[in-house]
């Protein structure tokens, strides 16, 4: 496939500050320790900053493969990122929320070991509604800026890559769609847990997905 974002545009160099800032929000309320047991203590987080941190990054690294690819920086696309960067923001708090409060639950790490965070169902139900529809929005960005490559003229794809587009739209679709099974068993009153683990089927069914791509693109070729 031709890549067609060689070089860094003003919208990537936008983008990246805002991936910089929604970093630095991850760490900000972290004071510097003024003791070694502080020390020690501050580093009883470090599970929970890693587990948030790794989602920013995979969030950002989906971001640059579509720009490396594509490069486009017509309305639509601005727009949609523009979306995207806004819902990155306001993920960053629930999802530093939840990974503090499940580090704490399992681990007994974190502020979170020193007091419940989540103190009853309904609040463990919100939050996974927050987080939830937050994964959907981030995702269904990505589908939406896939879609937007199908159908640009000016990137003149061929069928190859026009069915790598698709197939990486299909990828995040997947991710909408699972997020959306998260969301809908929390409000049907299910079992929280399962609306945790459910996220587990990203990976069988992303593997799928690849599976299918590489063959009917050999079939193509």
Request: aromatic content about 14%; proline content about 3%.
């Amino acid at each position: 496939m031709t890549l067609r974002g060689r070089e860094v545009t003003r919208l990537e160099a936008l983008s990246d500050a805002v991936f910089g800032f929604a970093a630095t929000l991850l760490v900000v309320s972290l004071e510097v320790p003024q003791t070694f047991p502080e020390l020690v203590t501050s580093l009883d987080g470090f599970v929970a900053f890693a587990f948030s941190f790794t989602m920013l990054i995979t969030i950002w690294v989906a971001h640059n493969g579509f720009f490396r690819r594509y490069g486009l920086q017509d309305a639509w696309t601005v727009v949609i990122n523009s979306v995207l960067l806004f819902v990155v923001l306001f993920y960053i708090y629930p999802l530093k929320f939840l990974s503090t409060a499940l580090t704490g639950l399992f681990f007994g790490l974190g502020p979170g070991a020193e007091k419940p965070m989540l103190t009853s169902r309904d609040e463990m139900a919100s939050l996974m509604l927050v987080y939830g529809f937050g994964f959907i929005a981030v995702f269904a960005c990505f589908s939406l800026l896939y879609l937007r490559a199908t159908r640009s003229k000016e990137l003149e794809l061929d069928e190859v890559e026009r069915l790598d587009a698709r197939s990486w739209m299909r990828h995040y679709l997947i991710f909408v769609g699972v997020g959306g099974l998260s969301v809908a068993i929390v409000l049907a009153g299910g079992p929280l847990f399962l609306s945790g683990v459910i996220y587990g089927l990203l990976g069988p069914l992303c593997h799928w997905n690849g599976t299918v791509a590489r063959r009917r693109s050999r079939q193509l070729a």
